[in-house]
């Protein structure tokens, strides 16, 4: 069998890059690195998630070993969500990414401002 590569249109690899590529993916991981979340608390934290899009995103990580969700079997329902060690190895690299984004954010704003006036003059 042969190593797994990204680059062909074959690869399972792919659709982690997909998984973990995904807005609320990269989102969602960095934030459990913490410790364990509720629902509740992940969406307080994650501004402009919708409770179906994380519901579905947890889920999507979950099934890829990403998340693991415990529920604590109580009434009211208490769940709470946490990194596996396949998640947390992931997260260190997210974190890396986000705060690359955070550090360069204005350096992006301004290009894509400089961009926008070069073709705003050709149009």
């Not at 190593?3 to 960095?30: F, G, H, Q, T």
């Not at 509720?38 to 979950?62: C, H, P």
């Not at 705060?99 to 401002?113: I, K, N, P, V």
Request: aromatic residues 6%; neutral net charge; hydrophobic residues 40%.
């Amino acid at each position: 069998m042969a190593a797994p590569n990204v680059y062909d249109s074959s690869c399972s690899a792919r659709d982690a890059l997909e998984l973990i590529a995904s807005k609320w993916a990269m989102l969602i991981l960095p934030a459990l690195s913490g410790g364990p979340m509720r629902n509740s608390a992940l969406l307080r934290k994650i501004g402009g998630i919708s409770q179906k899009m994380l519901t579905q995103t947890l889920k999507d990580l979950e099934r890829n070993g990403l998340v693991i969700r415990q529920d604590m079997q109580t009434v009211p329902p208490h769940v709470e969500y946490r990194l596996s060690a396949l998640g947390s190895s992931l997260s260190e690299a997210l974190i890396t990414l986000d705060r690359w984004a955070e550090r360069h954010s204005g350096d992006l704003d301004a290009a894509r401002e400089r961009f926008d006036a070069d073709r705003k003059f050709f149009d």
